[in-house]
Structure formats: C-alpha cells, structure tokens
C-alpha cells in the first residue's frame, strides 16, 4: 500500500534575535508607506529594510520596553503604544536629547491609563488609542499631539478598568472597541454607546481581535482557551438579545480558542492567529468539516501564540509570535524531502501520466544496493511505493541516469531502467499495484546494461540511450514491436559521445542532447539523422537537458557556458542565442530549463535558479535566501496545472508563478552619512535629500551608507552613484567612502537598479562643499603673488643697479686708465724716444736702454688698451667683439703678407657678451693669432666667429707647417689657451700634424 507522510513545509523564512531582531517574542507586526516592516516586541521595536534591523529601545528614549503597537498615520506620522505611553518617532531627533527627542511621549492624565495597547486611525483621519483604562482620541495641534479621553461606561471588574484592546471602524461608520473583561463596545456615529457582553452571546468578555472581512461582516475573536472562539456578529441582536451569529471553537476545526488577531490577505483568503498555530479558514457553511487549514510548527509556523498576522505590500503573510516573526511567502518555494514521501532528498526525475498524475523517482540506499522507489504527489503530500523488480540484492545497481529515467507510458506501463537492463509492467498498472505487479525485464538489441536515458515521443516509439561499455542509441518502434539500433549513424562511443537529453519540437522533429568531448546536438527528421558538431556551432562539453517552450523555440543547457536557444528548429544551419554571466545568469553551468505559463524561462544552474524573461532579457535569481533547499538545481519540470517543479540536492521544490507585475521603480535613500568619522545628522527614515554641508578643508573623508527598496522587501538591488554629472559607477555595497578628496563643491548622487535594470526614479543626493586651504584660498593666492612680483621686482631693481653702478665703475676704470696711465705712458715712450734721438753720441748700453724703455712703453700702451676694451661696458656686444678680432688679426697678419678670412657672425650682433667671456676669450684669439703669425710660417688663416644663442663658437685654421704634439716645446701658449676657456666654461681642442696646419677651436657658453 501507498505510504503517505507528512505535509509540506511552507516558504517560511524566520527572523529571530540571531538575525538582529529585539526579542523573539513578536506582539505585532506592521509594514509603513515607504515598505519599512515595523515589529512590536518586549524589548522596544525594530525596524526591517530587507537587509538587516534598526533597533530602538528606552535607550534611545521610549518611555517603555514593551511596544504593543505600531501605527503610520495617514500624514506620515509614526506613533508607537508602549506600556507607558504614547511615543512619536521624531525622525529628525537625537538619542538623548532633551531639546530635540527621539522619541517625544503623550502621557494621560488617568495614570492607570499609561499602558496603551492599540492604535487605529478611520478613514476621517481620526487617531484612536485604547489603554489600560479607557478609549481616548489623539488630536494633532500644531504639530504635537493631545489626548481626548472617550468615556465608555464603567468598568465591569473591580480589579481594574477598561482595558481596550481592539479597535475597528465598520464601514457604516460605527467604531468597534473590543476590551479585556468588559465586553465588546460599539460607538455609533450619532454618538449612542452599545455594549455587548455574555448577557448578549458572546462566549466571554474578553475580546482579543476584530475584524470586518470583504462582504462587511463583522468578526470577534475572543481571549479565554476554555470559553473563547471566533464570533461571526451580528448587527441587530435578536429577540433574545444575542449579538453572535455563529461561535466557531476548537470543536470546528479551530487550532485553540484564544484568537489574538484576524487579517484577510488580499487574495481573498482569511487569516485567524491562535495561540496554537495558524489558521486559513475554510468556508464550509455547516458541513461536517473543519473550518481551517491548520499551519504549525511542522509546516515551519509557530504553534505557540501567534500574536499577529499581517501582509506586506507584496502580498506576502508575516506573522509575530513566541518563535519571532516569519514571513511566509505569497509566491515561493514549497519544500518536501524523505519525511514527506520521498525515497531520498535528491529526486531523480519527475513526471506526469496520461491522467494528470505528477511523480517522483528517487531512489534510496546506496548504489548497488538502492531501493527503487516511485512517489506519487496527492494535494500536499507524497505517497510512496516499492515498485516489484525482479533483482537480487546484491545487483540492485539502479544506475545514475537522471531527468529521463523512469516513467508510465501512454498505454499505462511503466518502464524503469536499472544497471542491469531494463524492466516494464504490463499496460493500465495502475499506481497501488505498481507494489505489487512484478516487471519484467525487456529483452532489447541492447549490448550494455546501463540504461542512462527513456524518452517517449508523439508516436509512442520509446528511445533509449545507453551508458558504460558500449554506449549506444536505441528506438522501440511501437507499432512493430522492434529494435532499432542508430549507435554508428550518430557516432556515439564511449567518452566521447553520449545521449544525455531528448526532446520533440513542434514539427516533429525529435533532438539528442549529447556530451563528452565530441558532443553534438542530433536531430532526427523524416527518418535521417543530422549530426551538428560543435563546428557547426553546437555548444560544446555536456548538455544535459533539452526543452521546447510555447514558441516552439529549443533550449538546451551547457556545463561550461550557459543556456542556448534555438529558434528555427528547421534550419539546415543552426544560430543560436546564448545566454552566459555576462547576460546576467548566476553561473555558465547550466543543468535544466523549463518555462512558466506566462514565457518565462527558468534556468537552473550551480547558483541558483534564474528566471528569464525572452522578451526583454532581464534576468532574475532565486537561491536559499528565497526559499530554494540548495542552490544546485539538477532538473525543472513543468506540470499541467502551470505549477513548476525543482530537483536540487537537499529536496524537491514547489514554486508557482505569479503573473507578471507592473514593476515600480525602487526608491533609494541616504541613511547614513559621516565626516572624518563623525556621523552628520540624518532622519533615522532616511533622507531622498541630506542637508547640504559646509566643510573645512581638513574633512576629506566622506562615508555614504544609503538603501534602496525595491517593490518587494530585500529585493536583490544594484546601486550606482556619481559625483556631479560623470558616468555613473555600478557597485553592490550600501556604503562608499571616499578618502582624502581635493577642495570644491561635490553633488554626490546613488540610485538603485532592480534585477530587471528599472532604476530609481528620483535619486538620493547629498551635497557639501569642501573649504580650500588657506594657502589656496584666492585672496591669500593673489596676495602671495603680488608680494612675489614686488619681492622679483625689488630683486630686479637691486640687480638692475648693482648692473649699472658696475657699468659705472668699469667705465669710470676705463676712463681712467685711458686718460691718465695711457698718457703717461705714452709720455714715457715719446720722451725715451726723444732722448736717444739727442743723444746721438751716447754709448750702445745707453741707447738699449732708451729703446727698451720705449718698446716696453708702447707694449703696455698695447696691453692697457686691451684692458680697457675689456672693461668698458660700452664694448660688450658681439659686434665690438668681432671688430677688434678682425681689426688685431689684420694688424698682425696684413703686415707679414699673410691672407685672412674673417667670418663674424651674420645674427645676434647687439647680443652681450660678459665681460670675462669678452676678456678671456679674445686673449685666447690673440695667442691662436701671434702663434700663427710667428711660427706657423702659414700663407692664409681662416678665422670662424659665431654666435648662436647661448653658444659662442670660434676657429682659427693655418695651411702652416703643423707641428707634432709629442715633439712640441715647453711652452705655455696652448696650456693657457686651454686653462682660460675652461675658466669660463668652455671647450678649448687643438688638431695639427705636420705639413697639414693647425686647428684651433673654442666653444663657451655665455
């Protein structure tokens, strides 16, 4: 007999204390306009953004620890009840300020009213609030907050007042306030006051939750687990005085009688949270049948006081309760494993008969000594069964195909590939006795054993591919009963090629997926094999699923580089489209596609589970943080009712789709911001815009923290920002900082970026503008180069005289030695002259001497003329220069029949020479000159003077007689010419042989 199991597990995910939430006892939960969910606990309330809490507690200014409710009213004004007080979050408030509060309180002046336990805002707008003792309104002036006590009547207990604990607005306008001991109240919009108690049905006085479902009935859920339930009301009371239309207790189905909240979801369905689990009513009328669909602990949902049930924006389900708060997923993974009817955890393939019947093959035990196992899926369970195989034990190998294994045929047989050949029942076996029919092994033109792959096509004819030694291709045609064996006309061998997937296309046309290092796409038409070749573009390693969508376009998945489609299914040359990473799939591994009744393909990879949508190319990724049992998904498969299924590692996952949404672009916000490390000032809800900040110009280092919610709450998000408008920079962290930026003005700006590439309409921006430096600052700038130009403007003057004063004094030296010394001189010479011509009688020594005096007299007239020249400023330019060269070269070569060329240069004339350059320098050209002249015995010199810039070059050339270096006299005349150019920098060569002349040449930088 079939073996049924447990039920499955929910798509629950738990948020306890371990993930940061305050406490794990949850009173209520709450979700804002901006898609914040707000949780009520015992330690004050957090704040969930999809990523992580945000906590406050009395440390950050609640009156109290216990929070009881949360409401955002419809001005955007969040009020939190605490156990004493009423707490407004003041966004822009700061922990532990008393000038500017966090949390600013509103106390009663009843102080045994301070504890207050719901908030409720009508749809005038009107705020209520029910206490410890009594209903008040909250009255908004100015914008802070006044309490308006609303009598009710007096209090039905003597150990205490009316505590209200619920509060609803019926849309006839009648508000309903529901107490703990005193009955339930009614508030009339004409003002009169009803109150029902047990005198009027109701099981007890203590009512714990109200409700006004869809059709406008009125529900009460009541406190005590012995004489609680949930009342169906009534509006007028009947003849008896009754007000309850129906009590529903544990006796109807009901998992307790203690009921602390109601809530109908969106869709319709109706939500009752006990204290022993959840409850999705059933409307049943007075059928025998239980009133609820009991979720517990089992189906991952706390049994223990399940305090509140609420729905978020996406139509998820969140519950508060003793074991934290959870969220069960509108949309998600629904897991089942062994416990639940499975052989193993890892199902090895999936499929439907001919009735609609959806199974599940996964084999349990070891290989070579599995139980084969087949389990059929019913409402929210497997049941499992043994199927009768005629094995020994010790041969039990079942092999290690996966997808196309096992399965029932059109005419109701059941075929099961083993290691050890394959087995079939008799046709029309049904499921029940699958346990107890024996099959029988299948002789077929099969040499291996290892049956790896089944497929049936449109014809009924069976193809199987084999595995191990040898690896084969066969077809069972149906209508004969016969074997054909294709193995050589598609080249399979063994590590090379292998059947790994079958698939048939809309034409008819039935496709081979292979793999190995020759692998090839085959496609069978009109009786021919055609074998594409990864030549002809067919992807290359293993492929090990193929899947025809509702376009009748072909997929296929590849080991190494992702997932390919196939459009003209016809073509004699294939194109495909590929999808890899760089299109956005979480990995090139891809194992198995399948598609969604609204064309999304799904694709399931070593990372996950991508859902692609052709159309557009967006792509999204599911993994265990949405509900997955491993993020290895091995095959996919789609059922007749549009629900998909997933084989992955740890379990078999459930999904059903939901249709396609309009998405809503994210919105983004900065929620944090610090400068040099210091937090800056921002609203604890975050801020679209920050303050804009002044910074000086030693706060270089700028961290950003913002967020982005998307259109479901933790919505895997992409940011990007940018300063100014520069190209925007990708990044996936929530923080950026930014170290050791220059002066100026920033326009920082973030935006998120859904899966789907849907960006924030409005970005979140922060601007500030960092102070320059003093020493950049433009006024110290222009002083600094104002007191620059006077301090060079000074420096020139000073120069500028120094320069001329020197001017003065070479010419006032000049002057003087030409005036005086040159006179006297001169006086010396012509009076030594006019002495020996009067004394014509003296003796010889006389007369030398006279000549003497007088040579000596005219050398130093010669010598001081040259110094004077020297030093008067009057003679620096390069045209004084050239002039006395050519005029001191024509004196002493013209004289000795000697022919000079005088090249002077042709630019530069007006240019200054230094006075030491022009000294040196010409000293050098008189040597070169009276060597020439007095021992070259030369006929013609060349003489080369130019000046070009900074460069003074000179050459002085001889057709003399030369002389050798080695054989040259002890005289200085060359060493000082060399020892005077390198005194001003210069370069002083000689080159001469004898017979060829002499050389010389000079080069000075002025």
């Known amino acids: 007999m079939p073996l049924a199991l447990k039920a499955e597990r929910l798509p629950v995910k738990t948020y306890t204390a371990a993930d940061g939430l305050l406490r794990d006892i949850v009173y209520r939960v709450r979700q804002d306009s901006r898609g914040f969910i707000w949780f009520c606990t015992q330690e004050g309330v957090s704040r969930f953004d999809g990523y992580g809490f945000t906590n406050f507690t009395t440390d950050d200014g609640l009156p109290h620890r216990q929070v009881n409710d949360f409401l955002e009213t419809s001005k955007g004004v969040y009020l939190v009840a605490t156990g ?41 707008g009107q705020i209520w609030a029910g206490s410890s003792d009594g209903l008040y309104k909250l009255n908004e002036t100015g914008g802070e907050f006044q309490l308006e006590f609303v009598p009710l009547g007096e209090s039905l207990v003597d150990w205490g007042g009316v505590y209200v604990r619920r509060i609803i607005k019926d849309r006839r306008g009648a508000l309903w306030v529901g107490t703990h001991a005193n009955g339930l109240f009614r508030l009339q919009a004409d003002g009169k006051i009803e109150r029902f108690t047990t005198a ?58 203690w009921i602390p909240d109601l809530y109908q979801a969106s869709d319709g369905k109706f939500w009752v949270a006990t204290i022993r689990g959840l409850c999705l009513w059933q409307e049943r009328g007075e059928t025998d049948g ?340 491993s993020s290895y998904v091995e095959i996919a498969y789609r059922d007749r009712t549009g629900t998909l299924w997933f084989s992955t ?74 300063f100014g408008n520069s190209d925007w920079t990708p990044t996936t962290e929530r923080t950026v900082n930014f170290a050791n930026l220059s002066s100026g003005d920033y326009q920082f700006e973030v935006r998120a970026q859904t899966a789907d590439r849907i960006y924030s309409q409005t970005p979140a921006a922060v ?62 010479s012509l009076l030594s002259d006019v002495v020996n011509m009067q004394m014509p009688e003296a003796n010889a020594e006389s007369k030398w001497m006279l000549t003497t005096i007088a040579e000596v007299s005219r050398s130093s007239i010669g010598s001081m003329r040259d110094i004077v020249w020297a030093i008067n400023p009057n003679r620096d330019s390069v045209l004084e220069m050239s002039r006395r060269m050519r005029q001191h070269a024509e004196e002493t070569f013209v004289p000795n029949n000697i022919t000079v060329k005088f090249d002077d240069p042709e630019t530069g004339a007006d240019s200054k020479l230094s006075m030491d350059v022009r000294r040196e320098l010409f000293l050098i050209f008189k040597e070169a000159i009276n060597n020439a002249a007095r021992h070259s015995r030369c006929r013609r010199v060349e003489i080369y003077f130019r000046v070009s810039g900074d460069e003074v070059f000179l050459r002085v050339a001889d057709d003399g007689r030369g002389f050798d270096f080695a054989e040259q006299s002890n005289g200085h005349g060359l060493i000082n010419m060399k020892t005077r150019a390198e005194k001003i920098g210069g370069r002083f060569e000689v080159s001469s042989e004898q017979g060829c002349g002499t050389i010389i040449e000079i080069q000075i930088n002025n």
């Open 200 to 257: 009027n049905g109701l099981p007890n006085n203590s009512v714990t939750s109200l409700l006004e479902d869809r059709d406008g009935r009125i529900w009460a859920g009541m406190r005590e687990p012995d004489t609680g339930g949930l009342c169906l009301l009534k509006f007028e009371a009947d003849a008896n005085g009754s007000i309850v239309e129906r009590l529903y207790t544990k006796k109807d189905g009901l998992p307790a009688n």
């Open 290 to 629: 239980s009133v609820c669909k009991t979720y517990t602990a089992k189906n991952d949902i706390c049994d223990m006081e399940v305090w509140s049930v609420t729905e978020d924006k996406d139509g998820n389900l969140w519950t508060g309760s003793r074991c934290g708060a959870k969220r069960l997923a509108r949309y998600g993974f629904t897991t089942f494993d062994e416990t639940d009817g499975l052989g193993q955890k890892f199902v090895r393939s999936i499929f439907e008969n001919q009735a609609g019947e959806l199974f599940a093959n996964a084999p349990s035990g070891d290989y070579g000594q599995a139980i084969y196992n087949i389990s059929r899926f019913e409402a929210d369970k497997f049941s499992l069964i043994n199927p009768r195989l005629p094995l020994p034990k010790q041969t039990a190998k079942l092999g290690w195909g996966w997808n196309h294994t096992a399965w029932q045929d059109g005419g109701g047989a059941w075929w099961i590939p083993t290691g050890d050949g394959l087995f079939r029942s008799p046709p029309a076996t049904s499921f029940e006795n699958l346990a107890r029919t024996e099959l029988q092994k299948i002789k077929t033109s099969a040499k291996g054993t290892e049956f790896f792959r089944l497929f049936e096509d449109s014809r009924g004819d069976v193809w199987i591919a084999t595995f191990g030694e040898p690896v084969e291709l066969l077809r069972w045609e149906r209508a004969t009963q016969t074997w054909h064996d294709y193995t050589e006309q598609v080249g399979f061998r063994a590590g090379s090629r292998v059947g790994t997937a079958f698939v048939e296309d809309r034409s008819g046309n039935l496709w081979i997926a292979t793999g190995g290092e020759d692998s090839a796409l085959i496609r069978y038409r009109d009786g021919l094999f055609t074998v594409f070749t990864q030549e002809d573009g067919a992807p290359p390693g293993w492929s090990t699923d193929l899947f025809t969508d509702s376009a009748g376009r072909i997929w296929l998945t590849s080991e190494t580089t992702g997932a390919w489609r196939l459009d003209d299914t016809n073509a004699d040359r294939l194109q495909f489209v590929k999808y890899t990473t760089a299109e956005g799939l979480s990995s090139n591994e891809t194992r198995c596609i399948t598609e969604d009744r609204f064309g999304r393909i799904y694709i399931g990879t070593g990372r996950g589970l991508d859902r692609l949508n052709p159309a557009t190319g967006q792509i999204e990724n599911f993994t265990t943080a949405d509900g997955l049992p």
């Open 649 to 722: 590692t740890s379990g078999l996952a459930r999904f059903t789709p939901e249709p396609e949404r309009a998405r809503k672009a994210p919105i983004v916000l900065i929620t944090g911001l610090r400068v040099a490390g210091v937090a800056q000032k921002i609203s604890f809800m975050g801020e679209t815009e920050a303050p804009h900040l002044d910074l000086n110009s030693s706060q270089k280092q700028i961290s950003v923290d913002f967020i982005g919610l998307g259109a479901t709450l933790g919505e895997k998000l992409k940011y990007e920002y940018r």
């Open 84 to 124: 004493a007080g009423i707490a407004q979050l003041n966004p822009h408030g700061m922990r532990g300020s008393g000038e500017n509060p966090l949390f600013p309180v509103y106390l009663p002046d009843n102080p045994k009213a301070k504890r207050f336990n719901v908030l409720y805002e009508d749809g005038d």
């Open 767 to 828: 601007s500030f503008k960092i102070a320059a430096p003093f020493w950049q600052n433009p006024l110290f700038v222009i002083s600094m180069l104002a007191l620059t130009a006077a301090a060079i403007y000074f420096f020139y003057r000073f120069r500028l005289n120094r320069l001329l004063e020197m001017e003065r004094v070479r010419t006032r030296i000049a002057t003087d030695l030409h005036d005086d010394i040159g006179a006297n001189l001169s006086k010396i």
